[in-house]
T-cell receptor, first 114, second 110 residues
Framework: SQTIHQWPATLVQPVGSPLSLECTVEGTSNPNLYWYRQAAGRGLQLLFYSVGIGQISSEVPQNLSASRPQDRQFILSSKKLLLSDSGFYLC?????????????FGDGTRLSIL | SQQGEEDPQALSIQEGENATMNCSYKTSINNLQWYRQNSGRGLVHLILIRSNEREKHSGRLRVTLDTSKKSSSLLITASRAADTASYFC??????????FGEGTQLTVNP
């Protein structure tokens, strides 16, 4: 069966520090991968979308970047965190090339910027 | 603005009652999906309904889709305290990239 791992679960970082959040998927090949951010009590905002290694689409201008160094690994990064980067970050995957498919989510990382 | 918008924003019911949540969207879709999120956790996929379907069931869940009104509803029958969560609809107007609504916070009181 397929699983998705996301870490760390919580992170407290000072303003101006770097960030690296990692997400890995097991049990499937060539997944679509997604990074979302969720503000408290709100819906999900899509940040990045990837259909393959090295192929990243950015959905909104921001202080963050994403990379996909391996087929099932998706990394969210920042060189210098801002207060506005606080939030709940979720990674998800779906089957590539197949329509009408659900997305499968990790358990998220709660990021607090001080 | 968000493609999907849920209504109500919050719903509080007693155990055993039915809960109905609604979702409206703006553009044409191939499918609409419902997800559940427990506090502080990731989203869990509940059900997917295709644009050519009008109703779908899964256990205590019943989803309807009215493409002429661009709306969907999620009905949870005989609710339990464990159903307490946020529920989101998501549409695929942009293919594999889903657009999520703001969610309905459901509280089921024992």
């Amino acid at each position: 069966s397929q699983t998705i791992h996301q870490w760390p679960a919580t992170l407290v970082q000072p303003v101006g520090s770097p960030l690296s959040l990692e997400c890995t998927v097991e049990g499937t090949s060539n997944p679509n991968l997604y990074w979302y951010r969720q503000a408290a009590g709100r819906g999900l905002q899509l940040l990045f979308y990837s259909v393959g290694i090295g192929q990243i689409s950015s959905e909104v201008p921001q202080n963050l970047s994403a990379s996909r160094p391996q087929d099932r690994q998706f990394i969210l990064s920042s060189k210098k965190l801002l207060l506005s980067d606080s939030g709940f970050y979720l990674c998800a995957w779906s089957k590539m090339g197949v329509s009408n498919q659900p997305q499968h989510f990790g358990d998220g990382t709660r990021l607090s910027i001080l | 603005s968000q493609q999907g918008e849920e209504d109500p924003q919050a719903l509080s019911i007693q155990e055993g009652e039915n809960a109905t949540m609604n979702c409206s969207y703006k553009t044409s879709i191939n499918n609409l999906q419902w997800y559940r999120q427990n506090s502080g956790r990731g989203l869990v996929h509940l059900i997917l309904i295709r644009s050519n379907e009008r109703e779908k069931h899964s256990g205590r869940l019943r989803v309807t889709l009215d493409t002429s009104k661009k709306s969907s509803s999620l009905l949870i029958t005989a609710s339990r305290a464990a159903d307490t969560a946020s529920y989101f609809c998501a549409t695929d107007a942009r293919g594999s990239r889903l657009t999520f609504g703001e969610g309905t916070q459901l509280t089921v009181n024992p």
